[in-house]
C-alpha cells in the first residue's frame, strides 16, 4: 500500500493556499527527482557489483534508524 497520498492529504491541509501550492509543488517535484537519482544510482551500483546496492541500503536504513531513535519523543507533546 502505497503511503504517498496520505502524505499529500496531510501536506494540503495543514497550511494557508498559498503555502500549500508551494510546498505541494516543491514536494511532488523533489519525490521525482528522488525516483530518478534512485533509479539511476542503484542501476549504476547493480552493474557495478552486486554486493554495493546491498550495502548501500543497508547503510541508508542504518542510517535512518539511528537518526530516529536519537530524535526526541513528540508522543505526549502537542505540535
Do not use: D, Q, W
Not at 5 to 18: E, Q, V
Not at 67 to 76: A, D, F, G, I, Y
Request: hydrophobic share 45%; glycine share 8%; aromatic share 8%.
Amino acid at each position: 500500500m502505497h503511503r504517498y497520498p496520505l502524505i499529500l492529504i496531510h501536506t494540503k491541509h495543514s497550511c494557508c493556499f498559498s503555502h500549500r501550492t508551494t510546498g505541494c509543488g516543491f514536494m511532488s517535484a523533489t519525490y521525482r527527482l528522488g525516483g530518478i537519482l534512485g533509479t539511476v544510482t542503484f542501476n549504476n551500483l547493480v552493474s557495478a557489483s552486486r554486493a554495493a546496492p546491498m550495502l548501500t541500503t543497508a547503510a541508508v536504513l542504518l542510517f535512518g534508524g539511528i537518526v530516529s531513535l536519537k530524535l526526541p519523543e513528540t508522543r505526549s507533546v502537542l505540535l
